[in-house]
């Protein structure tokens, strides 16, 4: 997959279908959408093209609204399209100036001067430009204009999957990431950077690689301890991933998040993992004494290995 910022560059789409929406998690909803957008290109001889925002509109039309909680930051919703086999991901930089443009001044710039626009595919509760004024009907009359076809999914085909992104915020804010996996057809997951900790999981014999939260508004499930499958490099490990403030260890006032790999011995110090969060395993406790949470972390870790076993 091509990845274009602000303006398509070389080799350009050929005979571009496209779609337009910010796509956060790329939920089983979206893939229906894109689904269409794939068969559509290969019916046309065509090339797929997915028009994005960066960052998320509400970032910008609200900046003090604490509750946007972003599924995915740009970079993993790029890997997740490729993933899908789309041909061309254009990332626009969403601005107060931009989310100024009227629906018809988005087609002409957008859709028809920057992408060359030869069949557009929405949901059918599709609205855009300024003030989501443009619908659907809009859209037919400046295909007309501008010689491109306009095809909606129908309800019934999206309302099947009946996904949303709130809803998958809400299910892992609530820690039940076995029920946001259902809803985005795969784990959800981050990548961190591992940071330097104070090494107490060292001494009592479960080594964690302590992750830097990603900023950006990248939502955080809910603190207790996962089930988790790790990526590092091209290896693959089981771990269980604790966020929290860890209440028996310290009195920290920021969450982290931490993770033991259960077969791997090394330093990973500087490196990037990407945790996939499989089963919330318990809530974050505060026990009597450091003995009683290695108990816990024997009994967690025995879980993981039946989790994964199954």
């Known amino acids: 997959m091509r990845i274009h910022h602000q303006h398509l560059q070389e080799p350009f789409p050929v005979n571009p279908v496209v779609t337009v929406g910010t796509f956060d998690g790329v939920h089983l909803g979206h893939q229906t959408i894109l689904s269409r957008l794939r068969e559509t290109a290969q019916r046309l001889k065509g090339e797929t093209v997915v028009i994005t925002f960066d960052p998320h509109p509400r970032a910008v039309l609200r900046p003090d609204d604490d509750s946007l909680h972003i599924l995915q930051t740009v970079t993993e919703k790029a ?53 989501r004024e443009g619908s659907f009907a809009n859209l037919r009359q400046m295909g007309s204009l501008f010689n491109f076809n306009v095809e909606e999914i129908p309800a019934h085909e999206i309302d099947e999957v ?82 929290g403030f860890r209440p028996t260890v310290s009195n920290m006032q920021q969450r982290v998040a931490e993770v033991h790999l259960l077969e791997y011995e090394g330093n990973l110090y500087g490196q990037v993992l990407q945790v996939e969060f499989v089963e919330r395993i318990r809530d974050e406790q505060k026990f009597e004494s450091l003995e009683a949470l290695v108990e816990q972390l024997h009994r967690d870790k025995d879980r993981v290995r039946a989790i994964f076993k199954r």
């Open 79 to 131: 890997e997740r399209l490729d993933a899908l086999g789309i041909d061309h991901l254009l990332i626009l930089q969403f601005t107060k100036e931009f989310s100024a443009l009227s629906y018809n001044e988005f087609v002409e710039q957008v859709l028809v001067k920057t992408v060359g626009t030869r069949h557009l595919i929405v949901g059918y509760d599709h609205q855009f430009g300024r003030n």
């Open 162 to 243: 009946t996904i949303s992104s709130t809803r998958i915020r809400k299910a892992l804010l609530s820690g039940e990431v076995s029920h946001a996996a259902s809803y985005l057809g795969y784990p959800y997951s981050l990548s961190a950077n591992v940071v330097e900790g104070n090494q107490i999981g060292r001494t009592i014999g479960f080594p964690t690689a302590n992750l830097e939260i990603p900023g950006d508004r990248k939502l955080i499930p809910a603190n207790g301890v996962y089930a988790v499958t790790v990526r590092h490099q091209k290896n693959v490990y089981a771990g269980m991933l604790n966020i």
